[in-house]
C-alpha cells in the first residue's frame, strides 16, 4: 500500500460475516441448515436505505472488491479501481455490499465447510446452486 492512502480509496477495510442460523432453501430443492456469507462495505447507508449497490462477483472473485486488509497489504480489492470516492460507484453517494457468493472459497459456506449434520466437510454433497441463490 502506499505511505498515504489515495484519497480515492475506501481505505482499511475488514470482513463481515452474515450468520443464518435457520435452513435456506435454495433453488435445487435442498436446504442449508445454516449459511454464512463473508461480505464488506463501502460507504454510508442513507436514512431512507435507498441508496445501496450490491456487487456480485463471477466464479473468481471474493467479497474485497475495494480498499485493503490492513496497512501493509500491497494488493487492494479486485474493483479498486471502479469503487471509492469519486470514481464510478462513488462511495460519498452509495452504500456499497461486495459478497463471497454462496460456494464461494473465501469464507462464505461452500464445499469445504463442515456440515453441521455430519461434523465433515460438505464436499461433493455441497447442494448444486444457481445464480438466484
Not at 31 to 52: F, H, K, M, S, W
Not at 62 to 68: I, Q
Request: net charge positive; with cysteine.
Amino acid at each position: 500500500m502506499p505511505l498515504v492512502i489515495p484519497a480515492d480509496s475506501v481505505g482499511i477495510v475488514s470482513p463481515q460475516t452474515l450468520r443464518i442460523d435457520a435452513p435456506v432453501r435454495l433453488a435445487c430443492g435442498r436446504d442449508l441448515p445454516l449459511l454464512e456469507i463473508v461480505y464488506e462495505t463501502y460507504g454510508q447507508l442513507n436514512a431512507r436505505r435507498t441508496n445501496a449497490v450490491l456487487i456480485c462477483h463471477a466464479l473468481s472473485g471474493d467479497h474485497h472488491a475495494a480498499g485493503y486488509h490492513y496497512k501493509d497489504d500491497k494488493k487492494p480489492g479486485w474493483w479498486d479501481y471502479y469503487i471509492g470516492p469519486g470514481k464510478p460507484i462513488d462511495t460519498r453517494k452509495f452504500f456499497v455490499v461486495a459478497m463471497n457468493n454462496i460456494g464461494g472459497c473465501a469464507g462464505s459456506t461452500g464445499p469445504t465447510s463442515i456440515h453441521p449434520g455430519t461434523g465433515k466437510p460438505w464436499g461433493a454433497d455441497f447442494p448444486l446452486l444457481r445464480v438466484r441463490d
